[in-house]
C-alpha cells in the first residue's frame, strides 16, 4: 500500500534564531514521508541554503511581508500531499509526531496533541489540549495549533482568514462549521517556545508580560466579535 505523504508548512518572520532547530525537528522524524515548505514572510532574508539540509525542504521566499495567515494559505495550496502538519517556526515537534499522527488519525479528518511551554529559564510546562467541538471553541482555541494534521482537501477548501491576533482559534471554528471528524491525541506532540513571541505571556520577562496581558486584552475583545460571526 502507497504511504501516505505529509507536507509541513512552516510560515518564518523574524525567528531565524530558531528556524534551524525547528527544522531540524522535522528532520528528526521517524516517519519518512514528507516536504517541508518554508514559507520566508521577511522580505530580504535569503534562506535558500536550508534546502541542503534534506532534499524534502523547499524555500518560498516572499517579495514583501504578507503575514502568517496568507503564507499559511499559500503553502496550502502548494501541497499535493495526504496530509498537512501546521508547524510554527520558533518550536519544536517531537520525534514521533508524524508517525504517530498518521496511525491515529485513520477514520478522522483532522488531529491535534498537546504540548510543552518552554520557558527561557529551562522551566517546562505541560499543556493539555480541549475536546474537539464547537461548544469549546465558543470560548477558548483548542490549543496546541501547532500540533495540527489535517486532510489536505479539508485545509484546502478552509481557507485562513488575514489576522493579526486568533488565527488558529477562528480557522478551527470554520473547520469544525463543515462538521468533520476530529480528534484529540492526548500527548505531547510538540514544544512550545513561549518567550520568543510580543503575543504571549511571558512570567520571565515582566516588561513583555504587560506587554502581552495588555495587547491581548484589546485583541480578545476584538476577536470575540468575529467569533460570534463565525459561530
Not at 488575514?162 to 506532540?189: A, C, E, H, S
Amino acid at each position: 500500500m502507497k504511504p501516505k505523504t505529509i507536507t509541513v508548512i512552516l510560515p518564518q518572520f523574524n525567528h531565524r534564531a530558531y528556524l534551524y532547530e525547528a527544522v531540524q525537528g522535522i528532520i528528526n522524524q521517524t516517519y519518512p514521508h514528507w516536504e517541508l515548505l518554508i514559507m520566508n514572510d521577511e522580505p530580504g532574508l535569503d534562506l535558500s541554503w536550508y534546502e541542503l539540509l534534506d532534499k524534502r525542504i523547499h524555500v518560498y521566499h516572499a517579495g514583501k511581508r504578507k503575514g502568517q495567515a496568507v503564507r499559511l494559505n499559500e503553502g496550502i495550496e502548494l501541497a499535493e500531499s495526504d496530509y498537512i502538519a501546521i508547524h510554527d517556526c520558533d518550536d519544536v515537534s517531537i520525534p514521533q509526531r508524524f508517525e504517530l499522527s498518521v496511525k491515529y488519525i485513520q477514520g478522522y479528518d483532522a488531529l491535534y496533541g498537546d504540548g510543552i511551554i518552554m520557558l527561557k529559564d529551562g522551566i517546562q510546562k505541560y499543556v493539555s489540549s480541549n475536546k474537539p467541538s464547537l461548544e469549546t471553541l465558543k470560548t477558548d482555541s483548542f490549543g496546541c495549533f501547532g500540533s495540527t494534521f489535517i486532510k489536505t482537501d479539508l485545509a484546502k477548501k478552509t481557507p485562513f482568514r488575514p489576522m493579526k491576533y486568533g488565527n488558529d482559534w477562528v480557522w478551527w471554528i470554520r473547520i469544525m462549521k463543515q462538521n468533520p471528524m476530529v480528534v484529540r491525541l492526548p500527548l505531547p506532540l510538540y514544544f512550545i517556545r513561549y518567550f520568543t513571541s510580543n503575543y504571549r505571556i511571558n512570567p520571565v520577562n515582566k516588561f513583555q508580560a504587560i506587554k502581552a496581558r495588555i495587547y491581548k486584552k484589546i485583541r480578545l475583545w476584538e476577536l470575540k466579535k468575529i467569533i460570534k460571526v463565525e459561530l
